[in-house]
């Protein structure tokens, strides 16, 4: 774990019997640094010694031969106990609800495996400025790595926002990535609300010196404070630790496994670019925050089903699927919302058949772009004679979200059809002309 | 139909009697000139009446009151009688392999829809610069729109293509747009070949004046005489008429359901752009182009299918599959691969019983960045304990199609792993750092 340090430095603190994790204190002529030794992960000097101090800041101590260095705790024995910090009534009040992944993750040096941290406060710990833009408070709602939250977490989440902004706070929820666009737009249906609802994440633990946790949680709750009244995540921007955007949470995607702008507004831009100092550049319109109440309307279906079609699909999965007891599948089709039509494993007839039991919605495996129930002879067979419903340029996450909230609030096909096919939280675009 | 020409236009071609679609010719003077009547789609000078002459090739005559219009056969009368091209030995041979999709389609004037072109030579209709570049022969592999092409298709393309290679002649084939990706991954893995094979198709019919059946054709025909030797798509790489891009057969997508530059290479650059005068500026390293000889190898297991995970999802949609006849999955698994791990419906305990059967190979839907079986607790679970199959950075098309291909040559689980997650045909790209 010393690796990346220069070698004097890896024999000063190898005869310390310091590693990484432990406890030290570092005395070079009058001054002393006290604080956890981290491992040198950065490029750059390898010649410092770098510590987080109680108050949750990394420095540096450059190294020279006269530093004495002393192990004070071992990592095993090593608790974060970082300042509390005191209630400014001059500042805003913001809770962080936590929910787990990998913002509130750190990594355990001795094994290099990510686990949870015990306690959502030890964020401050590692990202200070927090404190100096408003008081803090956290709340935990669960802790789950994103894959797997349910639906009833979104509801928990939703009904904690709703409960928080009656105390008059701004919200941030820190929430692992994989899934977060499904949490942010199961919110966008489920919150009632006008004010900002900003979704954050990292893509790597808060502890780590490439870490993104940092100016995300920062811009996170800037955006928490903003006039943005939307539900949206809030992440990198750019691969630069320049900027972050807040991105509709019904419009948006995890786009890269691994890259720290892995969140994409997909079809228009991104609401706004957020800066850690405060300022807001807006990219589109978007609703302005009002000071109305906000209230949760939870009612959820889950028996949902996001089905795709490929070469040679067999479309009796979806009679699997109602036989199960689903009550509503979205196919994402190909181009402009095709399905195998004239193929051996035709779809259409299987569709034309289930939509009599189940609303069966189509949106576009191209992520980017409209379905159309018009242009070629095949669209018209499944639209007009087969009785699917035109997802519009919804994605097909956000649709199968939709899909379960709407079935959670009525059972009359009609009515079903009508909101699947509208707008009602900016997951449907204006209709765009087809040149573009 | 006669909707965007100028009301004196419009006048004057009602007297006439004369519609779109209709032969006529227009005496102005001492000009004479004859054709199709088109609809005047283009922005620009509503006042000039376009024809389609006989070579291809439109024109517009500048109306005025002088004007002659003299209808000669009304459109359900009227084929296309194009002049047939004379070889030239001089010039290099392509074949082109028409399958049906938009590109092979028109638009009925009289109804607005789009039905498929009888002949492929029509293309040479629309797109009359071809046969400046080349001696073009057309074989007709089937007449479909993708969504409905089959395995059984590939296997016909494939067989085609080698047969056309061995009489010495370029190959280009005409596609339909849905699906097409899925067809290039089926040929990169199924044509031992070292020459290009150049899949193309288009987003609007080649007779419509916003087509971009044109310049896809001309640089496809380019793309298959170049020294690039892959299997790829070219089609446009901008909304604007400037180039197209030669996408890796492998490693592109269906981005856009309308848009013109809908395919994408992801993850890499795409191969080259390609201009319409023959330029080609390479953008990442290829295969060059060896005189060996195109072997069709197209051994298929049909019986593969692709899933997606999302929060609620129930795992059991596996066991339907096997039970099926199913013999091998892949799973669109969340940001690095994950699953749901421990959801009350996790994927895991599933998969670690259905992977003594059948493979299970896990890609992400987030379609940029790679797999890893390491960095979280739920993926040493998903891939050290459960026996999924790291399906890299490939994507998930790709991987299905792969799948298919594998299990087509061997049954052996051992050597399935060890081809799904290797390189064969540039579908997994280098390890990346995990940083960007």
Chains 1, 2 share one sequence.
């Not at 007891?325 to 402009?336: D, N, S």
């Not at 199968?400 to 699947?420: C, F, N, R, S």
Request: a positive charge.
């Amino acid at each position: 774990m010393l690796n990346n340090y220069s070698k004097p430095v890896q024999i000063a603190l190898k005869k310390a019997k310091a590693d990484v994790g432990d406890k030290i204190k570092i005395i070079g002529g009058s001054e002393e640094s006290e604080g956890l030794l981290m491992p040198r992960i950065e490029l750059g000097d390898s010649d410092s010694i770098v510590i987080k101090l109680n108050s949750g800041y990394n420095i540096g101590v450059k190294y020279s031969k006269n530093l004495k260095i002393k192990k004070l705790e071992s990592a095993s024995e090593t608790k974060p106990h970082f300042e509390k910090s005191k209630f400014d009534p001059k500042k805003p009040n913001v809770t962080i609800i936590s929910t787990g992944g990998t913002i509130a993750s750190k990594v355990e040096y001795k094994t290099g495996g990510v686990k949870a941290i015990e306690n959502p406060e030890e964020l401050l710990f590692n990202v200070p400025e927090l404190r100096e833009i408003a008081n803090i408070k956290f709340v935990s709602a669960c802790k789950k790595m994103s894959e797997d939250m349910e639906y009833a977490d979104w509801q928990t989440i939703a009904k904690t926002v709703a409960k928080e902004m009656k105390l008059g706070n701004a919200v941030v929820i820190t929430h692992g990535t994989d899934t977060m666009h499904y949490t942010a737009a199961a919110l966008s249906f489920m919150l009632k609300t006008t004010k900002p609802v900003v979704l954050v994440g990292s893509q790597r633990s808060p502890d780590r010196g490439s870490s993104d946790a940092g100016i995300n949680l920062i811009c996170a709750v800037r955006a928490a404070l903003s006039e943005i009244g939307e539900v949206g995540i809030v992440m990198h921007g750019s691969t630069d630790d320049d900027y972050c955007t807040f991105n509709r949470g019904t419009r948006c995607r995890k786009m890269h496994s691994t890259r720290r702008d892995t969140f994409r507004t997909l079809g228009e831009n991104p609401i706004a670019k957020i800066y850690p100092n405060g300022r807001i550049e807006a990219l589109t319109q978007y609703r302005m925050k009002k000071d109305t109440k906000t209230e949760a309307d939870t009612k959820f279906e889950p028996k949902v089903a996001l089905v795709k079609v490929y070469p040679n699909s067999d479309p009796d999965v979806l009679n699997y699927y109602v036989k199960k007891g689903c009550k509503g599948i979205v196919i994402e089709g190909t181009g402009m919302g095709h399905v195998p039509t004239h193929a051996k494993k035709a779809w259409t007839p299987v569709i034309k058949k289930l939509t009599k039991k189940i609303p069966i919605v189509i949106v576009s495996q191209t992520l980017f772009g409209r379905v159309n129930s018009n242009v070629y002879e095949n669209l018209r067979i499944l639209f007009h004679d087969s009785g699917a419903i035109n997802g519009e340029d919804m994605l097909p996450e956000t649709a199968l979200v939709k899909l379960g909230y709407v079935l959670g609030h009525t059972k009359k096909i009609a009515e079903i059809k009508k909101l699947m096919s509208e707008n009602i939280v900016g997951e449907i675009s204006e209709r765009s002309t087809i040149s573009d």
